[in-house]
């Protein structure tokens, strides 16, 4: 089985840095993910690491540590519209995708 | 086209309809599936299809049936449902089971009266 733990909630002001950690213990790891999803809406792709280092995509950027089954999602220069559910998943050799409970960003004025 | 596109978007049955979720891709890709999304809970995974053939079942109650006409379509047949399987239901799709990111698409919000 999967277990993966991210924090509730975090709130941070426009222009600034939100780091969310993210912690698993997955048996047949096979890559990361963070999604972001919107109230009401589909998750949307950020990120996938499946090797050990930093990945940077614009103002994201996701980082893997397998031996400490431990990831995180920086994002910079936050904006309003930032403000969404942030999806930690793991997928298993079997490809089936375990989300994290979410942790919610609130990005304040 | 790197869409995943899912009717209705909105559905209110009774527990004696059937109803049909569908769910079409067109990027090539071989791996299908359906999550169910409760409020405030993340997806958690239904059904999942690889070249067509239905390949994981987490165990899903019968009265939801999947069907995978071809490698573009994934249905989700609904019959008998309960007011407690109202939810989101999305539908995602990958390159290969193994490996790739999953497209998800927008949802069909389900209602259970």
């Known amino acids: 089985g999967q277990n993966i733990d991210q924090p509730t909630e975090m709130t941070a002001t426009e222009g600034a840095i939100v780091q969310i950690n993210c912690t698993y213990q997955?048996?047949?790891?096979?890559?990361l993910f963070w999604y972001q999803q919107h109230a009401g809406e589909a998750p949307t792709f950020l990120s996938y690491?499946?090797?050990?280092g930093l990945e940077e995509k614009g103002r994201f950027s996701s980082f893997l540590s397998r031996s400490k089954g431990y990831s995180y999602l920086l994002l910079k220069e936050l904006q309003m519209k930032d403000s969404a559910s942030y999806l930690c998943a793991t997928t298993d050799s079997w490809g089936k995708l375990q989300f994290g409970a979410g942790t919610q960003v609130v990005v304040t004025p | 086209d790197t869409e995943v596109t899912q009717t209705p978007k909105h559905l209110v049955m009774g527990m004696t309809n059937k109803k049909s979720l569908k769910c079409e891709q067109h990027m090539g890709h071989r791996a299908m599936y359906w999550y169910k999304q409760k409020a405030k809970k993340p997806p958690e995974l239904m059904f999942v299809?690889?070249?067509?053939?239905?390949?994981i079942n987490e165990s899903v109650p019968s009265r939801f049936s999947p069907e995978c006409p071809n490698s573009s379509l994934l249905n989700l047949h609904l019959h008998a449902l309960q007011p407690e399987d109202s939810a989101l239901y999305l539908c995602?799709?990958?390159?290969?089971?193994?490996?790739?990111?999953?497209?998800f698409g927008p949802g069909t919000r389900l209602t259970v009266l």
């Open positions: 690491n499946v090797l050990d």
């Open positions: 997955t048996s047949g790891f096979n890559g």
């Open positions: 995602a799709s990958s390159q290969q089971r193994f490996r790739g990111e999953q497209f």
């Open positions: 299809y690889s070249y067509e053939k239905l390949s």
